[in-house]
């Protein structure tokens, strides 16, 4: 695979400042990029690397395009750009065409046009895969789900019946779509099931990581939005709604019937609680718990920095007291004023 | 599927006021509930939704009964009798009776009547499976495994050998039971792994969500009481003990060798350190860190509250300086004695 | 499978008091062996349980072998010394050897000698297996893949392409290594797929639990040393390096291109953000949230303890005063500074 920078400036729209004869084979970082190989400046952090780069190109803005050592392209978003042309190189293996001799299919189940099936993978009564699906190995997908057109199902996923994917889904392996949402009611010191009847639907350019899941609706469906990018590891429990756009990181969990707004971040390991609201455009931090609800836009957080063990040790304890040192305070205050 | 309120009453134990003639083919939310739908009011505060639902009859305690516009189903626990109707109205797709043909089942092992094993399936030496078991496609059960009768392994499960299921446990898909505890001897800068030679106990009517681990014991076994209910994405770690009864949220993790009370709840991200004891009836809040044994019942937290990250900022930096303020407040507080 | 006290000797290198002869037949705690085992003291809290101990053998330091009540095996490490007698005693079903016929092998992938492969197991084009490998039941392994002499993945485990694993890798079920990376680009409310180009390398003698994942990298490698050891429902994002010898215990998540040092430990839980760099014997406890780079070896933390809820209640909405507090206690000894 080798393009010309010509043929990259067209593909991306950049004005292009050098040789259009240029050929790239890869994209690497500003560090590691040698010659056939086009780097990109995103983070301003990395600008001092610029000027030292090899790269045979750089994508760029206009701003910082003169301090480049090299044919650049300039782009507005050079961010956008770098992950349009990863898009050109990518190396992944293209999955076999047609259907493995080995996966067990449904008569009932409808695929569409240029599918690809992995070996052993399961597909049940009534599905329907739209055109241009692939399926990895091992894969399982239970009764009644509907795959949209190009659909990517790596190995060992497992959806459970009634789960419905909008078109261009991509979901990693070791991901449970539609599994019962935890839901029991505790009679005499016993736990009794709450069946869990509702689905999952997801939209349309969706991205879900690896061993992540996401549980079906106890009554009514799980759902989550067009666009919305899932990391690894994340729990989303039953009657979840999560609005477009929305982007978690990894080992993150929502519970059960919180709704989460559009255009929304996590980060790793957040967690919101149960029958929440949070509003469009909220950026949690990374390990922040939200236990009420959250109606404004805006960034928010909650955890503790981190510190020397023996500092935190001596500032951990007093966590306890702090309450009593608040009173404490009011107590000199008042006492105080009394002298004034 | 469809029931008369009469035939509804009977199964729940339930005063029927209203027709008993009234046709019911499904469950639904007070919100959502249409013709021909019941449904229920177990949490005060969704009481205002009751008089505007559509349902045709709604699951109710005697003493907000009047309140409904339409028949009632008038119950002691209306939670438990709304779990009941659930599971009449389940619409999980029945398996397959029988053994696909794709399975893979050792010789020696023993298998129930009434079992059903799908595609792919891979089941050890000397394994027994109870009768009424169901085992999901792809799930791969490892030498010497006994599975009481009615058990349920979805998709994608994976028992390690010598995993003892009671009767009546479910397990979702991706979950792991038996892989090795986390045990390894330092020495010289070196990791020397401890086998693990026990095994996993699992007691009667245990729920296992999707994606959960189980690590087997490194000498005895990890041992899970009769209803335990666990959500997904869970760690338990090698030789924990969790009793009877006990719940656990999504993402919580107990550390090696601890031992969880009877009728215990942990929030979702509870973490639980190692070689600690866990009374019974003590609730841990989601987020929250124990890293000391627990002697009473109750309630128990530890994280910190949300705020606008502005807010955080200011205050978390604080959390570095509380000892020194602590400190600070005891010089005033002497000085102030000096003065009176 | 038994032995004598003298061969165990031999093969421990311990000094052994008592009769070379007795025969051993497996490991167990000092509460719970009984004749025909051996057991073992390392952690000095349960000294107590020697004298009463009913082993026909303990492994002790030389220090404290005067108070057992029975043979001893007197070692400078007890606990590598035990670690080394469980692998004697392992008692994990083989592996059949060969190919289970039911197992998809590409044509152009190569198997060495002794390999052990598993029912459903997939191995993609190009892979190359050493010497001696097992591969558990319906493990997936893609195009490109390498693993180096006696690796040991077991079931359900998922290898995307371009995985490089050194040699005596194990790797447990529903662990899923070189998925994409968490990676994409935002433009006008979009998020754009960054392409994950890199691939996974990982050393030699590494062990990984249940339900991990490692991503692949974005550019370059995901890079994990030798001898490391990673705990069930891990996060590595894409990029990450792994110092030789460092452990992480369960549910630890570390985010994109953060270096973590040689021979570090992260308890269970523990958070690393992104683009961070960790020194070499970095300890960092469980449940904390690591948003800084770390320069120095030694201990941290950042969590806060826990409370029974009514005291917790009290003190977390302190948190939120705390900056406020600290600038009235500054106040107040501005005030008191004047008076003195």
């Given at each position: 695979m080798q393009l010309s920078l010509g043929e990259l400036a067209q593909h991306l729209g950049a004005e292009l400042r050098g040789d259009a004869g240029i050929m790239i084979r890869g994209v690497a970082t500003l560090q590691d990029a040698g010659a056939g190989m086009v780097s990109f400046l995103a983070n301003p952090s990395y600008r001092s690397q610029l000027a030292g780069s090899a790269a045979s190109a750089v994508i760029v803005a206009a701003d910082v395009?003169?301090?480049?050592?090299?044919?650049?392209?300039?782009?507005?978003n050079p961010y956008l750009s770098f992950a349009l042309v990863t898009q050109l190189f990518d190396n992944r293996p293209q999955p076999r065409a047609g259907?493995?001799?080995s996966a067990v299919i449904a008569a009932s189940a409808r695929l569409g046009n240029n599918v690809s099936i992995g070996p052993n993978v399961v597909i049940g009564e009534?599905?329907?895969l739209g055109d241009g699906c692939e399926i990895g190995a091992n894969t399982v997908i239970s009764d009644h789900c509907v795959l949209g057109a190009g659909c990517i199902l790596r190995a060992n996923v497992t959806l459970y019946h009634d789960v419905?994917?909008?078109?261009?889904?991509?979901?990693?392996?070791?991901?449970?779509?539609?599994?019962d949402g935890f839901g029991f009611a505790p009679d005499k010191g016993r736990w009794h099931k709450i069946a869990?009847?509702?689905?999952?639907?997801?939209?349309?350019?969706v991205e879900i990581g690896a061993n992540t899941c996401i549980d079906r609706g106890a009554l009514g469906n799980t759902e989550i939005g067009d666009n919305?990018?899932?990391d690894n590891l994340i729990q989303i429990a039953h009657n979840v709604k999560v609005g477009d756009g929305t982007a978690m990181a990894a080992c993150?969990?929502?519970?059960?019937?919180?709704?989460?707004?559009k255009h929304c971040t996590l980060g790793g390991n957040a967690g919101v609680a149960g029958h929440l609201d949070i509003a469009d455009g909220v950026h949690i931090a990374g390990k922040a718990l939200i236990s009420k609800s959250i109606t404004e836009a805006g960034a928010y957080s909650s955890a503790t920095p981190q510190m020397p063990m023996q500092e935190w040790r001596r500032n951990a304890v007093r966590f306890r007291q702090l309450d009593d040192m608040a009173k404490r305070l009011q107590k000199l205050e008042k006492s105080q004023?009394?002298?004034v």
């Open positions: 395009a003169d301090e480049a050592p090299c044919a650049t392209l300039v782009v507005k259907i493995h001799a009534h599905c329907e419905v994917l909008g078109e261009r889904v991509q979901i990693h392996s070791g991901t449970v779509i539609g599994a869990q009847l509702g689905g999952v639907r997801i939209g349309n350019d919305v990018i899932l993150t969990g929502i519970a059960g019937s919180t709704s989460i707004g004023e009394g002298k």
